[in-house]
Structure formats: C-alpha cells, structure tokens
C-alpha cells in the first residue's frame, strides 16, 4: 500500500523535483502539489493524505498551515520540509502539530526513509536541531507562571487595594461594591496566591507588579 502526500512548496523548480524523488520507488504517491499555506489546506481537506509536507517559508506561512491542518485532522500527519535550523522554527512547527521537521539537505533515500517512519506513527527531528528545541523548552520553563496572574480583573483590583493599605470598606467604596463582596473577593485571593493574611499578599502583589 502506498503512502499518500500532498506537497506544498512555492519553488516550481525544487517541487517538481522533490514529487520525482519521492515517487520514484512508487512507495509513494503524491495526491496534489500546492505553494502556500491555503493551498495545502485545501489539498489536505480534499485528498486526506498520510502526510502533508510543507514548506516553513512558503506564502502564508507552513507553521499556520501545520496548524491549520492538525486542528482540522485532515492529514495523519505533518511534516515540515525547510532549509532553516533555527531551534525556534522547530519549536513552533511542532507546537503547530508537526511530527517531522526534515532539512532539505537530506537525500533523496533518507526523506523517503523519513516520510516512512512519520507515515508510521514516528516523529523525525534531525538530533542536533532536537537538541536545541530541548533547549528552548527548558529555558521557557524557568520563566514560570505565577499564581497572581491568574487573577480575574476584579481580584486585582481587590489585591491592589490591600497593596496600598487600604481596609475593605475603603476598597469597597473605590469600587462601587459592598464590604461583604471585598471580603469575599479577599478570600478567593489568597487561596489563589496561598498567602495566609493580608500583608502576606499585599508583599507578593507588591513584587509582582513594583517593577510595572
């Protein structure tokens, strides 16, 4: 049984050349050719390949494309076919719904052994570039989401008021609401913060938004 594509790419040249060396061991067919980011989500919505590969660069954009594809499940699977190895590329290709990230420097053998292994359920990332998308991960984890900001908008104006010393009642009356409904408010704060009493919040609310 032959694996399925569609191509995506806005170089002519290269395109008509890739669609040669992919079909030439007739493992493969390819369903429809296309050059930019609607083009190929409407060859994948039309043919359902097994896989989309698509150009990073082409009008339109491939990581929307990608994106555009895997959301609407009308590709087993997508494959990015690019010339860049920047880890940030990698990063967003595979957040887009990429399994394989293919340099175009490959030969013929090894993008059909790659198309393969990704037809198969595999994903292909070549290992120096899969080195630096781990190190694009790990930094973007140091810069961590804090509790405050998960705060709805009227919580933040409670906690600014705390911040600035002011009793609920005064709160209260700043923000046209009752007393009672500050408290309330306060209570759901702190939980959220994990903060045991006023001041505790207004020290993390003052660290957290000094610097603004």
């Known amino acids: 049984m032959t694996i399925r594509i569609i191509l995506a790419d806005d170089h002519p040249i290269f395109r008509d050349g890739l669609v040669h060396s992919i079909e030439e061991t007739g493992a493969f067919t390819v369903m429809g050719v296309g050059g930019s980011a609607d083009d190929a989500v409407n060859l994948a919505e039309q043919h359902r390949p097994d896989i989309a590969l698509l150009d990073l660069s082409m009008p339109g954009s491939g990581i929307t494309a990608a994106s555009r594809i895997s959301q609407a499940g009308t590709a087993k699977a997508v494959a990015m076919l690019t010339v860049s190895e920047d880890g940030e590329d990698v990063t967003a290709a595979m957040q887009a719904g990429a399994t394989g990230y293919v340099l175009k420097g490959v030969s013929a053998a090894e993008l059909r052994d790659i198309l393969t292994r990704i037809a198969a359920g595999e994903a292909h990332v070549s290992p120096g570039l ?83």
């Open 130 to 212: 899969a080195a630096q998308m781990l190190r694009i991960m790990q930094s973007e984890k140091t810069v961590e989401r804090q509790p405050i900001d998960d705060l709805t908008k009227r919580e933040e104006e409670i906690l600014k008021g705390v911040a600035a010393g002011k009793s609920n009642k005064e709160i209260g009356r700043d923000l046209n609401i009752q007393e009672k409904t500050v408290k309330h408010y306060m209570t759901i704060v702190l939980s959220k913060l994990q903060a045991r009493n006023r001041v505790e919040a207004a020290l993390i609310a003052q660290k957290a938004w000094g610097k603004k």
